[in-house]
Structure formats: structure tokens, C-alpha cells
């Protein structure tokens, strides 16, 4: 008879553990087209009793007791998440750059060399025409064209005032842009550390919290673009012998922490003239700071994507760069 109710409790442990990897599969199905859902999968393991009946004999053969349920969990790649967002820093900066590059050029369409072989753009050929106006008055004689260098004179130097004035408008419009990516990147992080707090509380909770989790790797693939991070993820005790997951984020290749758990830090911009950028201390929501955090500036080559492309942009000086600027980037002179 136990053998006969064994295989009874047998067959509905596994009617069950169907019926739920049935849910998951129509879970997975139906949110093919969800942005940021990862596909999940049903965990379960093998019942054996680990207890011996009064009947039991070391001559007979255990069987398992059918299947345990255990939990659901998420089918994702760390490594593909890695390599995903280095591209997406990679697209955010060299996105950053080229818009800002077009927009100079909608400015200074100036492509040729001033040699006249091709369409050298507006200054250019006016200072080719201001040119020939001078050597024509050296050899003919100035008087008869005083009138037409002084022209093409003040020509030239409403191009200079009209560009001038374009390229101010052009700061301007790109320093409201550096504020609101950095108000970006705040946001982002505020939204990531609160989701952590609703995540811890659901492991304490012993529930996987997984859309939740899906909404927190939207944001890191966000704040991805607009800087270079590292993601690390490590167990931390959350009381009565129970550890649950805490993440952290850095600035790729430094210690310097953007997040940690329940505590962020926020980004500030100095503004002119160099739009220094530095870290606020490590704090949760309520704003206790956390235990040994700092404030933290950050260097010219400190962050890399979107942020760092519109910052280079109102900042660098390319081929004009100087000694000093020179020593704290390398790359400086080609920016």
C-alpha cells in the first residue's frame, strides 16, 4: 500500500511541476515583445527521503519520491550583459561626438585648403576674394579699389560676427545638454537604488522579484550609454543566517563607486569654464551617507560615453591643446 500512495505522490509532484513549467513557457511566450524581459525557467530537483521506515532494508534499491519545485529564474548571460554595454558606451560616445561634429560643420563648413582647387566654403572664399582685391589694388593701384576691399572687408568680418554668434548659441545649447544627461544619469541612478531596496526586501521575503529585476537591467543598459560602467554583484548577510544579493556600480576600470545597494551618488557639473565633474558621497533615500564614502572629483578621463563626448565638446581644444592638457590626456591633441 505505501509502495501504491508512493507512486500517487510520485505522479502528483511531477502533474505539478508540469503544470508550472507549462505557466513559465506561457509566461515566456507572451512577453516575446516585452522590452527588457529576460526568459525565465522553472528550477527543480530530484525528491529523495532522507529518512529510513521501520521496514527499510539495506537490500533494497531507494527511489526518488518524484520532483520538487523549487523556484523560478532568469536564463541570462553576465558575459553578453558585459559586452552589451561596453558597446553601448562605445555607440553613446562616438553618437555624442559625431552630432557634435555636425553640428560645427552646419557652422564652419569650411572643407577645402584655401588653395581655390574646390569648394573651400564661405570664409575661405571670401578671404580668396579679399586676397585677389589686394593684389589686383598692388598692381594697378589702390585708389580704384578702396571701395571694393573695404567691402569685401566688412563682408568677411560680418562672417566672422554671424559665426561667432552661431558658435555662442552652440555652447549654450550644448551646456543645457551636459546638464541634462548628468540630470539623466541621477535619475537613473535613483531609480536603481530604489529598485535595489524593493529587491533585497523581496529576497528577504524569499520571492525572485525577477520583473523587477528585468526593470533594473533596463536601467544599468540606460546608464550605460551615457557612461562607462562595471557591474559587480556580491551576498551580503541579511540576518538570521539568511545573505541576500547586493549590487555595485563603478566607473569601468576605477573604484570609484557610483552605487552600492540602497546607496547612490549623484553627479554634479561645475559648469564654465572647465565643467569639472565630481561624485557626491555614497547615500540611500532618506540621505544617510554611507560609512567611509567621499566626495570624489572626476578627471578629464574619467568617463567615457555620451556624457564624456558632450563634455569634450564644450572642453577640448584639439590640435590647440596645451602641455598641461596634454599630460593629464594623452589623446588631447586629436580631440
Known amino acids: 500500500m505505501s509502495s501504491t500512495f508512493g507512486s500517487f505522490s510520485t505522479v502528483r509532484l511531477g502533474i505539478y511541476a508540469a503544470q508550472k513549467g507549462l505557466d ?5 511566450i507572451t512577453n516575446i515583445n516585452t522590452n527588457g524581459y529576460t526568459r525565465q525557467r522553472l528550477d527543480q530537483v530530484s525528491l529523495v527521503s532522507s529518512v529510513s521506515d521501520r521496514y527499510y532494508s539495506s537490500y533494497n534499491t531507494r527511489i526518488g519520491q518524484g520532483v520538487v519545485v523549487n523556484g523560478v529564474s ?3 548571460d553576465p558575459g553578453l550583459d ?3 554595454r561596453r ?3 562605445d555607440v553613446g560616445a562616438a553618437n555624442g561626438k559625431l552630432e557634435g561634429l555636425n553640428d560645427l560643420a552646419g557652422i564652419l563648413d ?3 585648403k584655401g588653395d581655390g582647387e574646390q569648394d573651400d566654403g564661405v570664409i575661405l572664399n571670401q578671404l580668396n576674394d579679399l586676397r585677389d582685391l589686394i593684389s589686383q589694388a598692388v598692381t594697378n593701384g589702390i585708389e580704384e579699389y578702396n571701395s571694393l576691399i573695404r567691402a569685401s572687408a566688412k563682408s568677411l568680418t560680418d562672417l566672422f560676427n554671424q559665426y561667432a554668434k552661431d558658435l555662442n548659441e552652440l555652447v549654450g545649447k550644448y551646456e543645457t545638454k551636459l546638464k541634462d544627461q548628468v540630470d539623466t544619469v541621477n535619475t537613473i541612478l535613483a531609480g536603481i537604488r530604489e529598485l535595489n531596496v524593493s529587491i533585497r526586501s523581496a529576497d528577504i521575503r524569499g520571492d525572485e522579484a ?18 562607462k560602467i562595471d557591474v559587480s554583484y556580491s551576498m551580503d548577510p541579511a540576518g538570521a543566517d539568511l545573505e541576500v544579493e547586493t549590487l555595485h556600480i563603478k566607473l569601468a576600470g576605477s573604484n570609484t563607486e557610483l552605487l552600492s545597494g540602497e546607496y547612490a551618488a549623484e553627479l554634479t557639473n561645475g559648469g564654465a569654464p572647465g565643467y569639472e565633474m565630481s561624485l557626491s558621497e555614497l547615500k540611500n533615500a532618506e540621505g544617510r551617507v554611507m560609512k567611509g564614502s567621499t566626495k570624489q572629483p572626476l578627471g578629464d578621463t574619467a568617463l567615457y560615453g555620451s556624457l564624456q563626448s558632450v563634455r569634450e565638446m564644450l572642453t577640448e581644444e584639439g590640435e590647440y591643446a596645451s602641455a598641461a592638457d596634454i599630460a593629464g590626456d594623452k589623446n588631447a591633441a586629436t580631440k
Open 74 to 76: 532568469q536564463l541570462r
Open 87 to 89: 558597446a553601448q558606451s
Open 210 to 227: 525577477l520583473e523587477l529585476r528585468d526593470q533594473r537591467n533596463l536601467l544599468l543598459d540606460q546608464l550605460s550609454q551615457y557612461v
Open 110 to 112: 569650411e572643407v577645402g
Open 82 to 84: 558585459i559586452s552589451y
Open 24 to 28: 513559465v513557457t506561457g509566461n515566456n
